[in-house]
């Protein structure tokens, strides 16, 4: 199977990203006080779980069910 290197790195990024602010509210605890940052935090959740649902959930699932029955197509054609 192909990789797609563009959903490896979206995904990647995205929990680089939230990755850093923890960090950062780790070692830094005055900045775990700011709602901002708590904003932030939370919407990079958010796109990382739509991002992993999407890219590896369901919607993967189905592109991949769907090249099997097109495959399954061409091979009953052939016949």
Request: glycine share 0%; no cysteine; hydrophobic share 100%.
């Given at each position: 199977m192909k990789r797609d290197w563009i959903k490896i790195s979206i995904v990647t990024t995205v929990l680089l990203l939230?990755?850093?602010?923890?960090i950062a509210i780790i070692f830094k605890p005055e900045i775990e006080e700011n709602t901002l940052v708590a904003h932030i935090l939370g919407i990079f959740e958010g796109a990382l779980l739509v991002l992993l649902n999407f890219y590896y959930g369901t919607s993967d699932g189905s592109k991949e069910k769907t090249k099997m029955l097109n495959k399954d197509d061409k091979t009953l054609d052939g016949d």
């Open positions: 939230m990755a850093l602010i923890v």
